[in-house]
C-alpha cells in the first residue's frame, strides 16, 4: 500500500443508507475484489473486516464506523462503513464530515427507506456528492426498475444508471454497462472478475439510447460542454469523460450501480468509476474555519502547517483510546506537537496506522487529504481540531440531533458511583450523541440516546469497559402542581421551650397565574403588625413548600401568593419562625384550592411510509396523542403530534416494531398541561408510596 498519496490520488467515500441495505458486505467486496484481503467475510459468522466489536458480532449489525483502505488503478481508497441503524447517527455525520463523496447504499427488495432519506439529506448539507448504489440485485423479488423510478422521483432527474441488470434475481451475473456500451458478465465469487462481449438485439437498442442520454446529460452540466455539443452534434470520448467528473460534483449527474455484494457481482466497475470519476480532496480543497479569537480562516489543501479534525475516539482493550482524524493541511508525523484549540492543550501524536478495521499498519507520515488513526491523545475527544501551535484553528463543530429515548441508570452495587461517573464522561466524550444529567430533582441519573439499540450497547460497553453494575429503568416524568382556583390561610407558629420561644402568624392568599410563569410572591402588608424584615423568611418558606409538592412531590408552579397580614412578638419572633409559617400558610392555602397536576407534553415528527400511517396515528391516538397534521415529503408521510411525556417512553422501539425498521421520529418539550382527573389520581398515589418508602429506606 502506497501511504505517500497525492491528495488528487485519495478516494475518501463513506458508504451510507438505511439499516439492512447491504452496506458492510459491500464494503468486504470493494476489498475482496481490490486485494486487500483474500476471502470475502460472513456477517452471520462474525467474520466481516468491518464488524469486529462485540456488540456488533452479537448483533449482527455495525453499530460503529469501520475504518478500511485499498487500491485500485494507482488510487487509495479510504473507505468509512457506517451504521445503517439511525441510533447510531453520530458515525454516520462524522464520516460523512470527513469524507469527499457518499455511496447511498439501497437494497433491491426494499426500495429506498427513511434511513436513506436521511443519510442522503446529510450528505447534502455537507456539500458532498452521492453515488447510488442498488444493492442485493440477486436477491428474489428484487425490484430494481421500480427503485430507479423512485430514485428518480426522490432525488431529481440528475440519477442515471451507468448499468442495468441483465438477469436480476437468483444467479444474477450479467449487466449492461452504460459507459462501455458492453454487456459483462461476472463470475460470482470471483474477486469481481468479468468477461466483455458487445450488446446485440434490444439490449444493444438500449444501451446506445442510454450512451446517447448519457452524453446529452454530461453536455448539459456545463455552458462550454453544451455549446460544443450543439456545434458539432455531440461530444469526443475526451470531451465526454473529462465532463463526467465535473458533473458529479455539481450533482448534475447522480449516478446509479446496481450490484450484488454478496457475490461481487457489479463491484469492479463501481471501483473503476470511483478511481477514474469519484471525488478526491483536491475537489474540497479549502474549508473554512476560525482563529482562536474567533476571526473566519481559509484553511487550504497546499498549506505547510498542519490542521487535522479528530471525527471519531474508541477505547479497544489491546491499543487504549484510539483518535479517528483526517488532514485538511500539512504533513503530520508521530511525536509531532499539535495544539488542541477545543480544549487549549498541547498532544503529542503518537505513532501513526491506516485501518482495515481491528487490522493495523503503522506509518510513518500522513499527508493532506488523507485519513488514519493515532494513539495515546491525553484529553483529545470526538469532534475536537489539532492544529500547528503557531497557527491554532478550530473547526466547524458537528450539530447532532436530539436524542430520541430517554431512560434512568440505576446502580446494582454500592461503591460505584465514581467510576459509573468517570464512564458515562468517557462515553459522551466518543460519542456526542449520548448525553446524561443527574437529575436532582427526580433522583435519578437520566441517560438519553438516538434509541433503544444505542442505549443498550452504550449500557453494555459502560459495563465492560468500567466493570461495573449499572442497569436501565423507566425515568420519572416531572409533573407539576398548580391550582385552578384561589384560597387563603391563616396561620400561627408557636413553640415554647423554656426561655426565648418562636412566634410568627401569616395570613396569606394564593391565586392561579398564567401557565409557565412559575411562583409569584408578592406582599401588601399595611401597618405594623409584621415587621417588613421577615418578608423574605416567608418567601423562602414559601419556595421551600413549593420545592417539595404538596399532592405528590412535585414542585409547584403557576401560582401567585399575596402575604398580606400576620402578626409577630417582640421577643419570639425571627427568621426561622416565619419562615415556618409561611411554609405551613402555604401548604394550607393549596390545600383548600382546587389543585390539579400538570404533565410535560412534547411536540414529536414521525417520518414513515405512506404504508404504515394508519398504524402510527392509531398508535399516537392510543397514547393520548393530538394529531395536528399530516405532510409529505417525497414518498414520505410527516406526522406531527403532541404527546404526553409519559405516554413516549420506549416510543422509538415500538415504531420502529409498528413499520418493520423504516419508521423514525424526533422530540422535543412543548408545553405543561392538565392532567385527566382519573391518571391524576394514580398518578398521585404511586409518588406518595414511593416517596414514603423513600423516607423508610433513609
Known amino acids: 500500500m502506497t501511504t505517500h498519496n497525492e491528495p488528487a490520488n485519495i478516494r475518501n467515500v463513506a458508504i451510507v443508507g438505511h439499516a439492512s441495505s447491504g452496506k458492510t458486505m459491500l464494503a468486504e467486496a470493494m476489498l475482496t475484489c481490490s486485494g486487500a484481503i483474500s476471502r470475502m467475510g460472513n456477517i452471520a459468522e462474525g467474520t466481516t473486516v468491518s464488524d469486529y466489536h462485540v456488540s456488533e458480532k452479537q448483533r449482527q449489525i455495525s453499530v460503529q464506523t469501520a475504518l478500511l483502505h485499498t487500491e485500485w488503478m494507482g488510487k487509495k481508497l479510504n473507505i468509512l462503513d457506517t451504521p445503517g441503524y439511525l441510533d447510531f447517527v453520530g458515525e454516520v455525520l462524522g464520516a460523512l464530515r470527513v469524507a469527499d463523496f457518499a455511496l447511498v447504499v439501497i437494497h433491491a427488495q426494499h426500495g429506498i427507506g427513511v434511513g436513506t432519506e436521511r443519510t442522503w439529506n446529510y450528505a447534502s448539507q455537507q456539500g458532498i456528492p452521492k453515488i447510488l448504489v442498488v444493492n442485493a440485485v440477486d436477491k428474489q423479488n428484487e425490484h430494481f426498475e421500480q427503485v430507479l423510478a423512485d430514485a428518480r422521483s426522490h432525488y431529481g432527474k440528475g440519477v442515471f444508471p451507468l448499468n442495468i441488470p441483465i438477469n436480476p434475481g437468483p444467479g444474477f451475473n450479467q449487466v449492461l454497462d452504460v459507459l462501455r456500451n458492453e454487456i459483462l458478465t461476472y463470475q460470482p465469487n470471483d474477486r469481481g472478475k468479468y468477461r466483455e462481449e458487445p450488446a446485440q438485439g434490444p439490449w444493444k437498442d438500449r444501451v446506445t439510447q442510454l450512451h446517447k442520454e448519457l452524453i446529452e446529460h454530461i453536455a448539459e452540466s456545463e455552458d462550454a460542454l453544451l455549446t460544443k455539443f450543439f456545434e458539432k452534434g455531440g461530444l469526443t470520448e475526451e470531451e465526454f469523460r473529462s465532463g463526467i ?21 457489479g463491484v469492479a466497475r463501481l471501483l473503476d468509476f470511483i478511481a477514474k470519476y469519484g471525488s478526491s480532496p483536491v475537489d474540497r480543497s479549502t474549508i473554512q474555519a476560525q482563529n482562536t479569537s474567533g476571526a473566519p480562516v481559509t484553511i487550504r489543501l497546499q498549506d505547510a502547517e498542519p490542521v487535522v479534525h479528530v471525527f471519531k475516539t474508541m477505547s479497544e482493550a489491546h491499543f487504549g483510546e484510539l483518535s479517528f482524524f483526517r488532514i485538511y493541511s500539512g504533513t503530520v508525523r508521530p511525536g509531532m506537537d499539535l495544539f488542541n484549540s477545543d480544549r487549549n492543550i498541547t498532544e503529542r501524536i503518537g505513532p501513526l496506522y491506516i485501518l482495515n478495521g481491528r487490522e493495523r499498519s503503522a506509518v510513518h507520515e500522513l499527508r493532506a487529504g488523507d485519513i488514519g488513526a493515532t494513539v495515546k491523545l491525553k484529553d483529545t475527544h470526538t469532534g475536537n481540531t489539532l492544529s500547528s501551535p503557531k497557527r491554532p484553528i478550530v473547526l466547524p463543530r458537528a450539530e447532532y440531533p436530539g436524542a430520541t429515548i430517554h431512560a434512568a441508570l440505576q446502580s446494582g452495587a454500592k461503591g460505584e458511583e465514581d467510576k459509573i461517573a468517570a464512564g458515562l464522561a468517557a462515553l459522551h466524550q466518543e460519542d456526542p450523541t449520548f448525553i446524561f444529567r443527574v437529575d436532582s430533582e427526580l433522583h435519578q441519573t437520566i441517560i438519553s440516546a438516538q434509541g433503544e439499540l444505542h442505549l443498550e450497547v452504550l449500557v453494555e460497553r459502560l459495563q465492560r469497559r468500567f466493570n461495573v453494575h449499572v442497569s436501565l429503568a423507566e425515568p420519572k416524568v416531572p409533573y407539576r402542581e398548580t391550582i385552578k382556583s384561589p384560597s387563603d390561610s391563616k396561620y400561627r407558629h408557636k413553640k415554647q421551650t423554656g426561655g426565648a420561644g418562636q412566634f410568627a402568624e401569616v395570613w396569606m392568599r394564593i391565586s392561579p397565574a398564567e401557565r409557565d ?120 408521510q410527516v406526522i406531527k403530534a403532541q404527546v404526553p411525556a409519559r405516554e413516549l417512553y420506549r416510543y422509538s422501539s415500538n415504531l420502529r416494531s409498528l413499520t418493520g425498521g423504516r419508521g423514525i421520529h424526533s422530540e422535543k418539550f412543548s408545553h405543561y398541561e392538565e392532567m385527566p382527573q382519573e391518571l391524576e389520581q394514580r398518578v398521585i398515589e404511586e409518588s406518595r408510596k414511593r416517596n414514603g418508602e423513600r423516607k423508610i429506606a433513609a
Open 517 to 636: 410563569s412559575g411562583v409569584e410572591f408578592t406582599q401588601s402588608l399595611s401597618g405594623q403588625n409584621v415587621d417588613r424584615v421577615y418578608v423574605p423568611a416567608v418567601e423562602r418558606g414559601v419556595q421551600t413548600a413549593c420545592h417539595e409538592g404538596i399532592l405528590g412531590g412535585y414542585k409547584v408552579v403557576d401560582v401567585k401568593v399575596d402575604f398580606y397580614e400576620g402578626k409577630m412578638h417582640a421577643v419570639d419572633s425571627n427568621d426561622i419562625s416565619f419562615q415556618i409559617a409561611g411554609y405551613f400558610a402555604f401548604k394550607d392555602a393549596f390545600a383548600k384550592a382546587r389543585s390539579c397536576l400538570l404533565e410535560p407534553i412534547h411536540d414529536i415528527e414521525v417520518r414513515i411510509p405512506e404504508d404504515y400511517l394508519g398504524k402510527v396515528m392509531g398508535d399516537l391516538s392510543s397514547r393520548r396523542g393530538r394529531i395536528l397534521g399530516v405532510d409529505v415529503d417525497g414518498q414520505f
Open 245 to 265: 467528473h465535473t458533473a458529479v460534483q455539481k450533482q448534475h449527474f447522480i449516478p446509479l450501480f446496481c450490484v450484488s455484494a454478496q457475490t461481487d457481482v
